[in-house]
Structure formats: C-alpha cells, structure tokens
C-alpha cells in the first residue's frame, strides 16, 4: 500500500498542535518524531535530503497510509517562500490541512508566544533587543502570518481545491472528535476514536514548564555520546527549539490583548483577506467568528 502524506501546514497558534495529537492516534498515520520538522521551509534541513526527512517516521509496514507533519512554517510567506513547491515535488497522495483561528486572537496569541521565547522566525537567534509585548507593537511577521488567503495562495498553483481542507480552532475545540472524523474522511480514512486533552503547550499562559523537562535536558547534554547523537539526528534549527522549550522560564512580563484601536488596525489590514477566504476558498469567517463590529457593513 503505497504511503501518502498529511501536512498540517498552518497556522502558527491556531491549534496545529492539538490536531496533530488527535491525527496521530490513528493507526494508519505515522507522526513525525518531530512535531515540526520544518523540511520544506528551512534551506539547511532540506538539504538532509527525503532520506532523512522519512527517517523521522515509525512506518508500520501494510498499515501506515500517511506520514504526518504538523510545520507551521509552511505557511509563514514571505519568509519561507519555496515551502509550497518543495512540498508539491512529494511523490504520491499529498494532503494539506489549514487550521485558522479569530485573527485577533491570533495574533495576541503570537504576541505572546515571540515574547516568551525571545525568537520569531529564526528561532536560532534571539531577538536583540527583546520583545516585551504589544507595548512594543505587533511582531513583525505578525500580520503576515495572518493573511490567510495569501498563505494559501502558493498552494493553489501546485494543489487541486480537493487536497486542502480547511478549518477553524474554534471548531476543533467545540468537538474535537467531530473535527477528527472530518480530518480522517478527508484522508480517506475509517472514523477512529481519539482521546482528548486540552494541550498545555500552546495554552494562553505566562509561565513555562520547569521541573522535570529540564532535568531531562540537562541530563541529555551532560552525556557525551547522547549529546552527540542528538546533534547528527536532530537539525539545529528544532534542537534549538527543544532547549527553548526545556529551559527554565521565568514568567513573562508585558501587555498580551489588543486595545480597541489596535483591534481596527488589526481588522483593517486584514478583512480583505476574510473576503478573500469566502470568495476564494469558500470558508466564512463570520459564521466562525464574531468579528462584527469590524467587518466593513455589507
């Protein structure tokens, strides 16, 4: 049975994570060891080559249909303009699932996120000077990333409209097995039951993990051979991301929620592109989110 591939392809704070965790426990998926591998985004880990990427699935041989990717990179132009067509080289039955979110929402999301990790879209290099939150405006990829019919608009040269589903996290967190059962009918595959927990690690939060996550780090790192190993297996880009994630935080300081005039510039820069998402794509935004008092009258 030949082996296809499921890449949630975005957005960044929209739930890809969740969704990652509920496509995996289907028997017939196979998740990337890393949740983000990024291949197709970033020059230096395509350059490991399709051998190594498919190296990062446990393949169950006769039950495995797709590999599962979950790189919000995908869908971060203009930065990582070559993702869509690195991705459409794949060879066999390619999916992509597109997660959105309110757009204001998001973007506090995102606010939060750049200013508790101290790294935007090089996550190697921490930001100088820091991010302290909307006080210092809105992150620079911010309203990019937002855009969503522009994030899409790549795909359209090298995808039919029948291999992109669409959806919102708002649907995702009202039913989740509801939206797994689309996910997996999308995919052609049987229903399977999935076991839902509300994910911690893209929870709305100002403090990080500490405690055992670092002990284990740390634990890694101080043994030669392991440390070695994780550095020929792991791309420096995602095992930078791991140490950020284990490290010990302090709580993060700052303003993370829109004010009024905020928001209208927010919607402002975006509402083209919600018209867009209905006009083009055929998703409604203003059936998933409220956004009345800016959306332009009709």
Not at 94 to 99: D, F, K, P, W
Not at 155 to 179: H, N, T, V
Request: glycine share 6%.
């Amino acid at each position: 049975m030949p082996v296809g591939y499921v890449l949630i392809i975005g957005a960044m704070k929209c739930g890809t994570t969740t969704l990652f965790n509920l496509l995996s426990q289907h028997p017939a998926v196979a998740p990337c060891a890393l949740k983000e591998p990024g291949f197709f985004a970033f020059d230096d880990v395509y350059a490991n080559g399709m051998e190594w990427y498919e190296a990062l699935f446990d393949v169950d041989h006769g039950v495995t249909r797709y590999l599962l990717d979950g790189s919000t990179d995908y869908t971060k132009q203009p930065y990582f303009p070559d993702a869509p067509q690195r991705i459409a080289r794949l060879k066999g039955d390619v999916r992509l699932i597109y997660l959105m979110r309110d757009p204001l929402k998001r973007a506090e999301s995102h606010a939060l996120h750049v200013a508790t990790n101290q790294v935007e879209l090089d996550r190697t290099r921490r930001l100088d000077p820091p991010y302290g939150g909307l006080a210092d405006g809105l992150p620079p990829s911010c309203l990019n990333i937002g855009r969503y019919a522009t994030q899409l608009d790549p795909y359209k040269e090298y995808f039919d409209r029948g291999a992109l589903m669409l959806g919102a996290l708002e649907e995702l967190s009202a039913d989740p097995q509801s939206f797994a059962d689309r996910a997996f009918a999308f995919l052609g595959l049987e229903s399977c039951p999935v076991s839902f927990s509300k994910d911690i690690a893209n929870e709305r939060r100002y403090e990080r993990a500490t405690g055992e996550a670092h002990r284990a780090w740390s634990t890694l790192r101080s043994i030669a051979p392991l440390r070695e190993a994780v550095k020929r297996v792991i791309p420096d880009e995602s095992r930078h991301r791991l140490r950020a994630r284990m490290a010990p935080k302090e709580k993060v300081e700052g303003r993370f929620e829109l004010n009024e005039d905020e928001r209208r510039e927010v919607m402002a820069t975006l509402n083209p592109e919600l018209d867009r998402l209905r006009s083009e794509y055929g998703f409604d935004p203003d059936a998933c989110w409220d956004l009345r008092p800016y959306r332009p009258k009709a």
